[in-house]
């Protein structure tokens, strides 16, 4: 689809439409449809996310307004690809930059092909556990404000399908790939695992969502170009809305 067509159409906001946004690096998705929530004021419309990005983490974020956003269950089970860079030789407790190295690893010793090898590892149903520092919730509260208090915490293993894995380059410690994936992965924990199956340790740097489902990152807003299109085109009366809701 062309990005600049789709750019060009009205929007109805509160009958619901599917926004496609490039979150940009160190914001929440919890920020993200917060500030489309308030661009949206005096209007009341339900808006949310389908799939989770983490702040340090940028692109596709699926975004749904009104009733589209009955179907985010729909659109957050679609399988997503990612391409991202993992340091070798390191590990942190986050198993990205959010914290520092806890642990450093000699990596003179291991090659390219040892590195291509080990993706087949991991290509498949595989089972890994989310990072302690993670949004999953248990007994109703964050497991990364559990991890940040030093408290421990339960992990438990996931099922997740890797379609895709491969290495894009290699100039080490630097290590970029790319990732299709089902539901659920979590690429930290992926590429810390990776990290131990070279009997070695690893973090994530970077990470890009390029695609979930059908829908791609290339056809995506920026966030203040969106909001803008959004105050321009906020002429949705009251009455409109409430005759979308009846």
Known sequence: MDAQHTKQKEFDFAAGELLLVDKPVGWTSFDVVG??????????????????????????LIICTGKMTKQIDTFQAEEKEYTGTMILGATTPSYDMETEPDNQFDISHITEEQIKATC?????????????????????????????????????????????????????????????CSKGTYIRSLVHDFGKALSNGAYLSKLRRTRSGNYKVADAWEVMELVKIIREQKNISAIDIESVKS
């Open 35 to 60: 500030k489309l929530r308030n661009s949206f004021k005096p209007l009341k419309l339900k808006v949310g996310h389908a799939g989770t990005l983490d702040p340090l983490a940028t692109g596709l």
């Open 120 to 180: 087949q590892q991991f290509t498949g149903d595989i089972q890994q556990y989310p990072p302690a520092h993670s949004a999953i919730k248990i007994d109703g509260e964050r497991l990364y404000e559990k991890a940040r208090r030093g408290e421990e915490v339960e992990l438990r293993l996931r099922s997740v399908t890797i379609s895709e894995f491969e290495i894009t380059r290699i100039e080490l410690p630097e290590i970029d790939f790319r990732v299709v």
